[in-house]
């Protein structure tokens, strides 16, 4: 079946670490999205990606960076300069002004 | 700005009972509209979408919803809700200028006493 695929579901960052999320799409979808959720709150575009090699930042872009090699990988890297981490991460894609289809999204802790 | 405003924090409805969901939106020209319905822990799912056209769309799991310009407006309904129904709804906006961007509302939570 075609979808999107985040890995890992639970993560932990130490002080001073950078990690990274996965995003993986079957869906043959040209643009990818990270968005942030954080309790009570709607989501919060970080950057998205609307062909290979290019990409874009959205509205909390600091502190976060991206890559887009292939159409099919988006993956996040939440660097040391992002300060307040904690929060749920959820990654789309979408066929250009289509309807986003979401992943089951990676929960990021400090430990 | 482009904005979507969702009045609502939480509802709290009867199972059987009907429901309104409230979306509102400032944008510019023709805008693309969504339900999105998320349980807890889980991504979001889409429930239906306004692009053109009858702007009484029709979605998944029982729900519509109508596009009102005048008002500004795409509220989401459903006649009877189940138990199951319980989850978190977010309404959002996009554009044809926009890259496939989105905004969306801070959302509606949904509780369903028995």
């Known amino acids: 079946d075609g979808g999107i695929t985040q890995s890992p579901k639970y993560l932990f960052r130490k002080e001073g670490q950078n990690v990274t999320l996965s995003c993986e799409q079957n869906?043959?979808?040209?643009?990818m999205y990270w968005y942030r959720q954080d309790p009570g709150q709607g989501l919060r575009l970080i950057y998205y990606?609307?062909?290979?090699?290019?990409?874009q930042k959205g509205d909390i872009a600091e502190g976060y960076s991206v890559s887009r090699e292939k159409k099919e990988s988006f993956p996040l890297t939440v660097t040391s300069a992002q300060k307040n981490p904690t929060a749920f991460y959820l990654c789309?894609?979408?066929?250009?002004?289509?309807?986003?289809?979401f992943g089951d999204g990676t929960r990021l802790s400090i430990l | 700005a482009q904005s979507v405003t969702q009045p609502d924090i939480h509802i709290t409805v009867s199972e059987g009972a009907s429901l309104e969901l409230r979306c509102n939106y400032s944008?510019?020209?023709?805008?693309?509209l969504f339900w999105y319905v998320q349980s807890p822990g889980q991504g979001l799912q889409l429930l239906l979408k306004?692009?053109?056209?009858?702007?009484l769309v029709q979605g998944i799991k029982g729900f519509e919803a109508e596009f009102k310009r005048s008002q500004s407006s795409f509220n989401l309904r459903k006649p009877s809700v189940h138990w199951s129904d319980a989850a978190e709804y977010f309404c959002?906006?996009?554009?044809?200028?926009?890259?496939?961007?989105?905004?969306f509302g801070q959302g509606t939570e949904l509780s369903v006493k028995p």
């Open positions: 944008y510019g020209a023709t805008p693309y």
């Open positions: 869906l043959n979808h040209d643009a």
């Open positions: 959002a906006v996009g554009e044809d200028n926009q890259g496939g961007k989105l905004i």
């Open positions: 789309a894609s979408s066929i250009s002004s289509g309807a986003q289809h």
């Open positions: 306004y692009f053109s056209g009858d702007t």
């Open positions: 990606s609307q062909i290979v090699n290019d990409f």
